[in-house]
């Protein structure tokens, strides 16, 4: 927890801010899973902004279905002139091509080679948003990625009790250069929270591999009884075939939609194992009306997050609150 060192002990350490034990120990092991050379942030938001001050981009494209705290932040820095939103087909080199896949809500997928293919012939950076996927599910530094982002804050730290983000580089140079201006501007990660993804992070293939096991048997339940399901695991899912190719499973949330905002609510206010709350990826599962946060979501759109409970529980829980 120290934020200083005893300089007379002869080691490298000088300052919390530029050196800490715990944190070069969390990017050890995030790297490794990643394959590349991790710096981590207090926040899935703060990596965003570290990676686009880092690369200053003229134009960046956005998903269609993106996280909306990325919308929101891309559409401020636009406000500035920094940057502006286009197309993919409108970028020129030393632009960034975000991907965000499988996206927030939708689950939508995105086929990362093939868009690294693309950006490379241009010179464009290919920045990916894994947060749903984990390291455990797919990696995209082997896909062609240049940099791979995550809010460690949901499954990588798995409790829904530290926050965090990471980037990940194939470049040692890039992950220096993000180090020393983290350094900078301040933007390190408290220790407790470095120390809790840690110990989190211990448990995440055995979490992820059962939240998308469950995940998968709620989206068959729930196909055939309401008009929408979003989740890669259902084969007339528009992006089925290629999670199946770049994925080692679907992943542990999914959305689906009903017919308008009140009959959404009262769904999500029946539910008693699902927890109504925000957020994503702990061990609990929740349940939120995505239009109370987000109101560019679609109206009855709800989005569940798995957690580790017992699939069967799960499912009789969403049919006593479907009715
Ligand atoms: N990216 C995705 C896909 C997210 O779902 C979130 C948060 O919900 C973020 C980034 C931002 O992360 P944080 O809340 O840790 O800042």
């Known amino acids: ?67 909306h705290g990325t919308r929101k932040l891309v559409g401020s820095e636009a406000a500035t002139g920094a940057l502006s939103v286009t197309a993919p087909a409108d970028l020129e080199s030393g632009d ?12 939508e997928i995105t086929d990362i080679a093939a868009v690294a293919r693309a950006a490379a012939e241009r010179g464009v950076v290919v920045v990916v948003d894994s947060t749903f996927a984990t390291p455990v599910l797919q990696q995209p530094l082997v896909l062609g990625a240049g940099l791979v982002l995550h809010s460690t804050t949901k499954f990588i730290s798995g409790h829904s009790d530290a926050m965090g983000g990471v980037l990940v580089s194939g470049d040692g140079a ?47 339940w729930l196909a055939p009884r309401v008009p929408v399901v979003w989740h890669p695991s259902l084969p007339d899912h528009p992006g089925h075939a290629i999670a199946a190719r770049q994925m080692r499973d679907f992943g542990g949330v999914l959305s689906f939609e009903v017919e308008g905002g009140e009959k959404a609510q009262s769904i999500v206010n029946r539910l008693r194992l699902f927890r109504t709350a925000t957020s994503l ?11 109370s946060v987000n109101p560019a979501a679609p109206e009855g759109l709800i989005r569940l997050s798995v957690g580790l409970e017992a699939p069967v529980d799960l499912i009789a829980d969403l049919g006593q609150a479907l009715g």
Do not use: F
């Not at 990826?281 to 239009?291: F, Q």
């Open 281 to 291: 990826g702990g061990v609990e599962s929740l349940a939120e009306w995505r239009r």
């Open 96 to 107: 960034v091509w975000w991907v965000e896949t499988p996206s927030n809500p939708r689950c």
């Open 174 to 220: 890039t992950a220096d250069a993000l180090r020393y201006r983290r350094m900078e501007d301040g933007a390190t990660p408290g220790s407790l929270d470095v120390w809790l993804t840690l110990r989190g992070v211990r448990t995440l293939p055995l979490r992820v591999e059962r939240q998308s096991q469950s995940a998968a048997e709620i989206a068959a």
């Open 1 to 67: 927890m120290a934020t200083t060192y005893d300089r007379a002990a002869q080691h490298d350490l000088v300052y919390r801010r530029s050196e800490h034990p715990t944190t070069e120990r969390l990017e050890a092991v995030l790297g490794a899973l990643e394959g590349g050379d991790a710096v981590v942030y207090p926040s899935g938001m703060a990596a965003v902004l570290a990676v686009l001050r880092h690369l200053r981009p003229r134009r960046i494209a956005l998903p269609r279905d993106v996280y």
